[in-house]
């Protein structure tokens, strides 16, 4: 069968069109209004899919499970663009990291984690300012990913797995220890299309085989139980 299709990672806010606004600014993509108050992000760099700003986030409890990785080209790039999103509302969060790691941590302007990387890290190279949605998570998630979209695994050990678009463009996606323990629904999570609009529970039947559990109308669970939306396509 035919891959789902990544439509779009969503963010829950209290502020849709400020939590864009932000966003907009440290990816350099543009804001596109959409139905129900929400605001997306139309990607500038090739990424196949968009961000999706939904009103309606619950007090933040924890760390989030996924979180974006920025990347940066030089040195005064990472001071610039870590100056730059404090200025537009963001904040040094301190999640754990050790004092030799040089990439630095944030959280927008809603308390969600962020980090921009430091110039040379390998892995993220060739990727555009959005390197890659890490996610909290087991190999089993990754690998389920991996078939739900027919994107390849880029990589699987030591516990940890990336997957990324077969064409080599847009971020990659990871998942990698510790899995923190959930508390309520996740702020952030994907949104995905059937092959062929239209044929949704074909599709969610797929996910399911493969994995997923059915939540509530549209929604299934991963296999860390991470939420996300199967669209009409």
Same mark, same amino acid.
Request: with cysteine; charged share 20%; aromatic share 6%.
């Given at each position: ?38 605001? !997306? ?30 990347? =940066?080209?030089?040195?005064?790039? +990472? ?17 754990? +990291? ?32 959005? @390197? #890659?949605? =890490? ?6 998630? !990754?690998?389920?990913? #991996? ?20 064409? @080599?463009? !847009? ?25 062929? *609009? ?24 991963? *296999? ?10």
């Amino acid at each position: 069968p035919m891959p789902s299709r990544l439509a779009a990672l969503c963010f829950a806010a209290h502020d849709p069109p400020g939590l864009a606004g932000f966003w907009a600014v440290a990816l350099g993509w543009e804001t596109a209004d959409e139905a129900g108050g929400a605001v !997306g992000l139309v990607p500038a760099d090739g990424t196949g899919f968009r961000l999706r700003f939904l009103p309606g986030a619950a007090a933040k409890i924890g760390k989030n499970r996924i979180h974006l990785d920025l990347t =940066t080209t030089s040195l005064a790039d +990472q001071a610039g663009t870590v100056e730059r999103l404090v200025g537009l509302g963001a904040r040094h969060v301190d999640i754990g +990291q050790r004092p030799e790691e040089r990439h630095v941590v944030l959280a927008d302007p809603e308390g969600n984690e962020l980090c921009v990387i430091e110039p040379d890290n390998a892995f993220l190279a060739g990727c555009g300012r959005l @390197g #890659s949605i =890490t996610c909290d998570g087991t190999p089993a998630a !990754g690998r389920f990913w #991996s078939a739900a979209l027919g994107w390849p695994l880029v990589w699987d050990q030591d516990g940890e797995t990336a997957i990324r678009a077969p064409d @080599g463009t !847009g971020p990659f996606v990871t998942w990698g220890p510790p899995l923190v323990p959930k508390a309520g629904r996740n702020r952030l999570h994907l949104e995905v299309a059937p092959p062929t *609009p239209g044929d949704r529970a074909a599709e969610a039947e797929r996910l399911v085989a493969l994995g997923a559990t059915r939540l509530d109308g549209t929604d299934l669970a991963d *296999p860390d139980g991470n939420e996300f939306r199967l669209t009409g396509g």
